[in-house]
């Protein structure tokens, strides 16, 4: 058996991150999804996961749960140069702004939450939030302007740095969150991206919601289903 395990492609960052990564280099795998939040979600995952969250690569014996973990695998699957750049020193910034991405800006991961489809009003502008913009800003324009060569991503040619930010760029979308220069034509790149697109559409037409309030997550069906 060979499958992906995936949160709602709306809301779960952590599960587009590698699942575009395995879409860029076609990893022969089947995609499923596990929509979160729902009172059956936990012991459905606890039956598969380790962790029973998502995501979770399930590839014949071999079980790789977390979303760098799993982004590694395909890299080691895959040609060399098609998930992180080939040149080394490309591929040292690529993996230090992915890992960045992995376990920081929880200011930005607390205001605004991902909703692909979503358009929501700015959140409160805190100092810490706007530090996490700022340091966005600059990484996007600091890479862009050293490694972007030969292509429209921040290392030139599209990477996992690049699945790593995509759902930084669609909450810059979602909250009306600003960048300029060099950030914003990267900003546009990623949304134009076919293969973003078609996650696009897929988000759009998933049937669940997840609302986030002070009092927790909770979660619901857009339509009853026929």
Not at 35 to 59: M, N
Not at 190 to 212: G, H, M, R, S
Request: hydrophobic residues 40%.
């Amino acid at each position: 058996m060979r499958q992906l395990v995936l949160g709602n492609l709306n809301y779960s960052s952590w599960s587009i991150r590698p699942m575009m990564v395995a879409r860029k280099v076609s990893l022969p795998v089947e995609e499923v999804i596990v929509p979160l939040d729902f009172p059956e979600t936990s012991a459905q995952l606890k039956e598969i996961s380790p962790t029973a969250k998502v995501p979770l690569l399930i590839w014949g014996d071999v079980t790789v749960w977390e979303s760098l973990a799993i982004t590694e695998w395909i890299a080691e699957w895959a040609p060399a140069g098609t998930v992180w750049p080939e040149d080394s020193s490309k591929r040292a910034i690529a993996r230090a702004v992915a890992g960045e991405m992995h376990a920081g800006f929880p200011a930005l991961r607390k205001a605004c939450p991902m909703d692909i489809r979503g358009r929501e009003e700015m959140p409160e502008m805190t100092e810490s939030l706007h530090s996490d913009i700022m340091r966005i800003q600059n990484i996007f324009s600091r890479l862009r302007e050293e490694y972007g060569a030969g292509g429209d991503f921040l290392f030139g040619k599209w990477s996992a740095a690049d699945a790593f930010y995509l759902p930084v760029v669609t909450r810059f979308r979602t909250y009306g969150l600003k960048l300029t220069g060099a950030a914003k034509d990267y900003y546009d790149t990623v949304l134009e991206d076919p293969d973003f697109k078609t996650l696009e559409k897929q988000a759009e037409a998933e049937p669940w919601w997840i609302k986030y309030t002070a009092d927790g997550r909770s979660s619901g069906y857009v339509r009853t289903e026929s």
